[in-house]
């Protein structure tokens, strides 16, 4: 299982977008397909609202050397370290 945690770019279809951390993992690729790959996104500014209407919603993910990768919002976590988006991955893996 690979792992990846870097900076990245949150963008939704209307062109917003939110800086935060991803983590990201991938699992071994299965015959005939992209090896499947998920993560979380902590975004970098508590005061930027993604909330709850984020969830089964598809969003581009932009990493720092410009690749990109099409998420699903799995689920909203909120806690003292602000909010977390846990992410799966749609597309090959950007990473």
Avoid: C, H
Avoid at 60 to 78: H, I
């Amino acid at each position: 299982m690979a792992t990846y945690r870097t900076a990245a770019t949150l963008i939704s279809s209307d062109g917003t977008r939110t800086q935060g951390t991803v983590a990201l993992f991938s699992e071994p690729g299965r015959k005939g397909g992209n090896p499947p790959w998920a993560g979380d996104f902590r975004p970098a500014n508590d005061a930027v609202e993604i909330g709850k209407n984020a969830v089964g919603k598809s969003f581009a993910l932009e990493l720092p050397d410009g690749s990109t990768g099409k998420v699903v919002v799995q689920s909203l976590k909120s806690g003292k370290g602000g909010a977390t988006l846990a992410l799966m991955g749609e597309d090959a893996p950007p990473f």
